[in-house]
């Protein structure tokens, strides 16, 4: 069996692809019950958010488990695989752990430390139980998971992170404008990054807000939460809006900016041109660039009047302080509660060679007894009991140290190698399921490499080992 992750998200797909992927929740039971369908697919939980959709699924094979994953996630998308495999990551077995503990910390968010995905992964993980798509595999892990993650929030500051971020960047803009009470604010995008700055700018008392989305039904219902107007993402739209705003957040998740300098140049035009003061009195206009990758051309940074502020260096300014040391102790947790996982299952996998082990002992001391009673049958009840007694003690005493052994060794990197020792030692039954490798999971919060599936199933591979990039 093999363990898989495979989706897309932020990082790696365009937000049209992502809005087209994302499975609704009317569509999740389907999608859960079409991927058990398949042939390879023993186990499935689907995360769907407006920032990923990833199926974690147990699969008896890599290969198969993968192309009926990724074709389900082409048909819900309506993409061609070819177009949708460049947008994929594929994580395997250890690195599926680690994603996973990685997701649910938030440290793979957008907003690094958001405590929403907590509740997103426990309310997959609840419908994929009561859907019947989960089995213990998938149990274990899913639990294990929702632990490291109240974990990482009950013992660091990490939930912290994304307030303080967006603190920082607020105060960024104030330290540009001065007092922002009564100034105009413009959010583009209306996902949990965009609400949790506006909500911050409300708070410092900020005039008018307008809420840019490409879903305006979306961006409708944020800014009616914040008290003001949505518009579309259109180029005039937007360049009305930026030359009315004073400060801008932008965090839509889009793999190119949906800023561009010339749209800046034409709204800072038009500032310019309905300012009584002349343009020596336009006030200067504030970007608070929150999305990975950049929401705002970097060029516009070199434009009179515009502050850029971006996340590179408001990260810089959050790994000199506190919230940036819990972010890398939450990194270090997870890496040591993959390292901790993944040996308790190396452990378990050997278990079914230990029972093969004492199965065929068990066997031969029948066998022998069997033997005794025809050689030797005048031994009474009581020397019959003591033989037997004897012989399955000297049994149990040889086999004792081997199977102590071999699961202590287990749950090393390369413990499978002690389980297949013993399967050709004793020539047991090769029907009997043996450790499973499981790879090293030395960065857990590694990022995804876009199109690892298209390269899995073009090498006809599975990613983790000797020149995979797979991550």
């Known amino acids: 069996m093999s363990l898989l992750a495979v989706g897309l998200n932020h990082r790696t797909a365009p937000t049209v692809v992502l ?75 250890a690195r599926a752990v680690a994603h996973l503990f990685a ?29 019947g798509s989960t089995g213990r595999s998938l149990s274990v892990l899913f639990r294990e998971a929702m632990r490291v993650g109240k974990r990482a929030h009950s013992e660091t500051r990490i939930d912290e992170a994304a307030a303080s971020l967006v603190g920082v960047a607020v105060e960024g803009a104030r330290t540009a404008l001065g007092d922002l009470a009564g100034r105009s604010v413009l959010v583009v995008g209306a996902g949990s990054t965009g609400a949790l700055a506006g909500t911050v700018l409300r708070r410092a008392e900020v005039g008018s807000v307008v809420v840019a989305n490409r879903t305006r039904d979306r961006g409708a219902r944020l800014a009616q939460n914040l008290g003001g107007r949505a518009v579309g993402l259109g180029d005039a739209e937007l360049v009305e809006a930026l030359a009315e705003a004073d400060v801008v957040v932008t965090a839509t998740g889009s793999t190119a900016p949906v800023v561009p300098a010339v749209v800046v140049k034409q709204a800072l035009e038009r500032r310019a041109s309905t300012h009584t003061g002349g343009p020596e009195g336009v006030p200067p206009l504030v970007f608070l660039d929150l999305a990975l990758p950049r929401d705002v051309d970097p060029e516009v940074a070199a434009l009179p009047g515009v502050t850029l502020i971006d996340l590179e260096g408001l990260r810089s300014v959050l790994k000199a302080g506190a919230v940036g040391a819990d972010v890398e102790l939450v990194r270090e947790l997870v890496a040591d509660e993959v390292s901790a996982f993944c040996s308790r299952q190396r452990a378990l996998r050997v278990t079914p060679t230990v ?34 007694s004897t012989v399955r003690r000297v049994v149990d005493k040889l086999l004792h140290a081997p199977t102590v052994r071999v699961k202590e060794l287990a749950a090393s990197p390369d ?54 990039e797979a991550r």
């Not at 499935?44 to 993968?66: D, K």
């Not at 995905?117 to 009561?130: E, H, N, P, W």
Request: with cysteine; aromatic share 4%.
């Open 19 to 93: 809005e087209r992927a994302t499975v609704g929740p009317d569509d999740l039971e389907k999608l859960l019950h079409d991927l058990l369908q398949g042939e390879h697919v023993a186990e499935a939980v689907v995360l769907s958010t407006c920032n990923r959709v990833e199926v974690f699924a147990e699969t008896t094979t890599f290969h198969g488990g993968l192309t009926e994953i990724s074709d389900q996630l082409a048909r819900i998308s309506g993409l061609p695989l070819e177009e949708l495999t460049s947008c994929l990551y594929v994580h395997h077995e």
């Open 415 to 468: 413990g499978d190698r002690y389980a297949e020792a013993l399967h050709m030692l004793f020539d047991l039954d090769r029907n009997t399921p043996s450790v499973l490798s499981v790879p090293t999971a030395d960065d857990p919060a590694a990022d995804p490499v876009p199109g690892a599936a298209a390269a899995a199933l073009a090498a006809g591979r599975a990613p983790g080992g000797p020149g995979s």
């Open 103 to 131: 997701v649910v910390c938030g440290l793979d968010s957008m907003l690094v430390g958001e405590a929403q995905i907590l509740g997103q992964v426990r309310s997959a993980y609840k419908l994929a139980t009561s859907e």
């Open 355 to 388: 029972t093969a082990l004492r199965a065929q002992a068990a066997e031969v001391v029948r066998g022998e007894l069997e033997r005794l009673t025809g050689r030797v049958p005048d031994l009474d009840d009581r020397e019959r009991a003591e033989v037997e």
